[in-house]
């Protein structure tokens, strides 16, 4: 399956976007699906996932409440809304796609978009 994240740019705190990761290849609905992003000098970390199983979705305690991971079988695409956004949340965010059960480690999953940009600054 091929991965393409789109959707970032530059919103000021407090602001929302939304990011959207558009397979190809193959269908969404059998992967788990990860947001992660990387802030510069920082290692990876894992924002979100999205079960194959249910549809179930778990979050970082840093996003928790303000981010919703979704998932849209027909459009074969997985968004995150992201709300009340702070300078902490400015990134890369990569989606990712993986098999088994959802995991905060990124070697659990195979498959990666090649990351949107988002800037949270005023």
């Known amino acids: 399956v091929q991965l393409q994240a789109s959707g970032g740019g530059l919103v000021q705190p407090g602001g929302a976007r939304k990011l959207s990761c558009q397979a190809s290849g193959d269908s969404l609905e059998y992967y788990n699906v990860g947001w992660f992003r990387q802030a510069p000098g920082k290692e990876r970390e894992w924002v979100s996932c999205t079960s194959s199983v249910h549809g179930s979705t778990s979050y970082g305690d840093s996003v928790k409440g303000r981010f919703t991971v979704s998932k849209d079988n027909a459009q074969n695409a997985v968004y995150l809304q992201m709300n009340n956004l702070k300078s902490d949340d400015t990134a890369v965010y990569y989606c990712?796609?993986?098999?088994?059960?959802?995991?905060?480690?990124?070697?659990?999953?195979?498959?990666w978009g090649q990351g949107t940009l988002v800037t949270v600054s005023s």
């Open positions: 990712a796609a993986g098999s088994g059960s959802c995991s905060v480690w990124p070697d659990r999953y195979r498959y």
